[in-house]
Nanobody, 122 residues
Framework: QVQLVESGGGLVQAGGSLRLSCAAS????????MGWFRQAPGKEREFVAA????????YYADSVKGRFTISRDSVMNTVYLQMNSLKPEDTAVYYC???????????????WGQGTQVTVSS
């Protein structure tokens, strides 16, 4: 089992920034692709950003491209999501996840964190 623990969520005003962190229990980055997803109440889980398994490529949903940045710290085995220029529509529970291959499909991710709430006020 791989354990993923998210942190860094909170309440911010529109236009503000947050950095989410996802701490992994093992040498996750060399064996798994890492991704961020979000889910708002009453809506489907939505892809946000991902690292390829090798860590050489990053991918973003069109809705966050140019505002969000995914990065990693291999020493701390932690992946981050820097969120800038936040909008009320970014409000959701954000989840960190690990997959055996690079993918944007939530069903192909096998390990998930507990989620962290991000609320953006007008």
């Amino acid at each position: 089992q791989v354990q993923l623990v998210e942190s860094g969520g909170g309440l911010v005003q529109a236009g503000g920034s947050l950095r989410l962190s996802c701490a992994a229990s093992g040498r996750t980055f060399s064996m798994y692709a890492m991704g961020w997803f979000r889910q708002a109440p009453g809506k489907e889980r939505e892809f946000v950003a991902a690292f390829s398994r090798s860590g050489g490529s990053t991918y973003y949903a069109d809705s966050v491209k140019g505002r969000f940045t995914i990065s990693r710290d291999s020493v701390m085995n932690t992946v981050y999501l820097q969120m800038n220029s936040l909008k009320p529509e970014d409000t959701a529970v954000y989840y960190c996840a690990a997959a055996r291959r690079t993918t944007m499909l939530s069903n192909e991710y096998t390990y998930w964190g507990q989620g962290t709430q991000v609320t953006v006020s007008s």
